[in-house]
């Protein structure tokens, strides 16, 4: 039987027992039905990972005794930056469960003129949360040690215009290089944007270029805003990753 794997808020190295967090004591006390003295393994995002027993179950209350650690470093050598529209329904958090099971280290969800998505500054708190608890279940299930970051919402406009050095990428159907044709990556990694429902419009896709993003094609099909992600992700790191 696998042993379920728990994220901890808070750093675990030092410590010889802990306090699991409201949701950890959810799903194991509520949905695993686990009893004292059966194993975990915790990680806190520190890459490292920690062997653990449960030592009392109550209520409101589990009380895991930690009985050894280790570094393990399942991360993906290149990081991907993805800067994704927001999509409506479920497809939203769809995209970034798998793009945190194939590596994906940072998202930021985008408005841009086509994003038929509305969302109040209340609403847009409890969306973030949302998407980070979907992002920590997401390395709980595939085995990640370090939690992806979720950004605050930005306007695609301010996100394209960030310095870094990574190389900023573009889907686009009439684009002259694919993904394997790119001619390298640099060591900071890749800034990936994917588009709306709707796409870019044609002013966002100028100030695309002028920002110095590259355009790449995925194939001769216009593929939908959650399979583009994804498809672009997968052949990233096929070519540059760990895939």
Not at 11 to 21: N, R
Not at 54 to 59: F, N, S
Not at 215 to 229: D, F, I, P, Q, Y
């Amino acid at each position: 039987m696998r042993i379920p794997r728990i994220y901890h808020p808070s750093p675990l190295a030092g410590l010889d027992s802990c306090l699991l967090s409201e949701d950890a004591i959810n799903h194991v006390g509520r949905v695993l039905r686990m009893k004292e003295g059966e194993q975990i393994i915790l990680f806190d995002g520190s890459n490292h990972i920690f062997h653990a027993r449960l030592q009392a179950i109550e209520k409101k209350q589990i009380i895991a005794k930690i009985e050894s650690s280790e570094l393990d470093d399942r991360e993906s050598p290149l990081a991907i930056h993805l800067g994704q529209v927001i999509s409506r329904g479920d497809r939203m958090e769809f995209t970034i469960q798998k793009s945190v099971e194939l590596g994906v280290k940072t998202i930021t969800p985008l408005w841009s003129e086509r994003c038929g998505v509305k969302l109040n500054d209340e609403r847009q708190d409890k969306k973030l949360q949302q998407w980070q608890k979907i992002a920590i279940a997401a390395c709980e299930q595939c085995g990640r040690n370090e939690i992806p970051e979720i950004r605050p919402m930005m306007k695609l406009t301010d996100w394209c215009k960030e310095q870094d050095n990574m190389l900023k990428l573009n889907l686009h159907p009439r684009a002259k290089y694919t993904i394997r044709q790119l001619p390298h990556i640099p060591p900071e990694g890749v800034r990936l944007l994917i588009g709306s429902e709707g796409g870019l419009s044609a002013e966002e896709i100028q100030m695309t270029e002028k920002e110095g993003f590259t355009e790449v094609l995925l194939g001769k099909r216009v593929l939908r805003t959650e399979t583009a992600s994804l498809a672009a992700i997968t052949a990233l790191q096929v070519c540059f990753g760990d895939i």
